[in-house]
């Protein structure tokens, strides 16, 4: 059974940064594709990052964002950059089996997190 646990969310300003984080137990980040995925108030769950070789983003955070894997601590993270109001959302971790941006492809989830970016 794989669990995931993210932590890093906060309160920011527009432009600030944050590097949201996610712990991972069960099976080994380097065998699963780990995405990263957010819901805004009123919205769908949406595709962030994701990560197996390689990391690859939604056209809405290329460019500011950035998806990593640890494999000797067992993490993935997300290290956001010049965020913007829209950002703001709850922030899930994700692992899934392919690489898949689509969320019903991933099997195990966070709890999420808050990230909260302010004007």
């Known amino acids: 059974q794989v669990q995931l646990v993210e932590s890093g969310g906060g309160l920011v300003q527009a432009g600030d940064s944050l590097r949201l984080s996610c712990a991972v137990s069960?099976?080994?980040?380097?065998?699963?594709?780990m995405g990263w995925f957010r819901q805004a108030p009123g919205k769908e769950r949406e595709f962030v990052a994701r990560i197996f070789w390689g990391g690859s983003y939604s056209d809405s955070v290329k460019g500011r964002f950035t998806i990593s894997r640890d494999n000797a601590k067992n993490m993935v993270y997300l290290q956001m950059n010049s965020l913007k109001p829209e950002d703001t959302a709850v922030y899930y971790c994700?692992?899934?089996?392919?690489?898949?941006?689509?969320?019903?492809?991933?099997?195990?989830w966070g709890q999420g997190t808050q990230v909260t970016v302010s004007s």
């Open positions: 069960g099976r080994t980040v380097n065998s699963l594709t």
């Open positions: 994700a692992a899934g089996r392919t690489y898949s941006t689509h969320a019903g492809d991933f099997d195990s």
